[in-house]
């Protein structure tokens, strides 16, 4: 079964900690991404890797940090400096730019910092 | 840069009703436009896209939106409402040399009542 995996599904964090979120996907997809929800302001994106190896800043990076080491996994760190961490935070990938290949979404992971 | 507004931020519905559900974009040229749909707690599905040719497009599960460039809208129906369409709808744009970057709109929550 093709598709994205995010883990956990909840996560609780002492605020100062960092944490890592988990993001793999089996589609064989090169592009991935990290996405922020919070209510009423729709998604913003926070990382974006087009390729192995390569990612981008999105709209919201600072506080965050990723890496891109293998084709299959992004896993997305939320260190200490994000002043507002707790989110749901989706990841998604796509065959190449989304605007050709569609963006398909993992199920979220919801960051609650105490 | 292209930005996103979903007007509604929750609609009710009776079930067999039409639902029509409101996006404007703001882009110079011509955008990539988008509808997902999110089930509580889950990650997003792509409902359809627009990017040129005809302006009423067809989509999964029954939907379709219609592009107006004179309004800058892009605006997603569907004939009648089945009770599974209970959801956060949430309307996208991006642009050809935007490196792989969506802007979404704050979405709109439908309700569905018996």
């Known amino acids: 079964d093709g598709g994205i995996t995010q883990s956990p599904k909840y996560l609780f964090r002492k605020e100062g900690q960092n944490v890592t979120l988990s993001c793999e996907q089996n589609?064989?997809?090169?592009?991935m991404y990290w996405y922020r929800q919070d209510p009423g302001q729709g998604l913003r994106l926070i990382y974006y890797?087009?390729?192995?190896?390569?990612?981008q800043k999105g709209d919201i990076a600072e506080g965050y940090s990723v890496s891109r080491e293998k084709k299959e996994s992004f896993p997305l760190t939320v260190t200490s400096a994000q002043k507002n961490p707790t989110a749901f935070y989706l990841c998604?990938?796509?065959?190449?730019?989304?605007?050709?290949?569609?963006?398909?979404f993992g199920p979220g992971t919801r960051l609650t910092v105490l | 840069a292209q930005s996103v507004t979903q007007p509604d931020i929750h609609i009710t519905v009776s079930e067999g009703a039409s639902l029509e559900l409101r996006c404007n974009y703001s882009?110079?040229?011509?955008?990539?436009l988008f509808w997902y749909v999110q089930s509580p707690g889950q990650g997003l599905q792509l409902l359809l896209k627009?990017?040129?040719?005809?302006?009423l497009v067809q989509g999964i599960k029954g939907f379709e939106a219609e592009f107006k460039r004179s309004q800058s809208s892009f605006n997603l129906r569907k004939p009648s409402v089945h009770w599974s369409d209970a959801a956060e709808y949430f309307c996208?744009?991006?642009?050809?040399?935007?490196?792989?970057?969506?802007?979404f709109g704050a979405g709109t929550t439908v309700t569905v009542r018996a």
């Open positions: 589609l064989n997809h090169d592009a």
């Open positions: 996208a744009v991006g642009a050809i040399h935007s490196d792989y970057k969506l802007s």
């Open positions: 882009y110079g040229a011509t955008p990539y």
């Open positions: 890797s087009q390729i192995v190896n390569d990612f």
């Open positions: 627009y990017f040129s040719g005809d302006t």
């Open positions: 998604a990938s796509s065959m190449g730019d989304p605007m050709d290949n569609e963006q398909f």
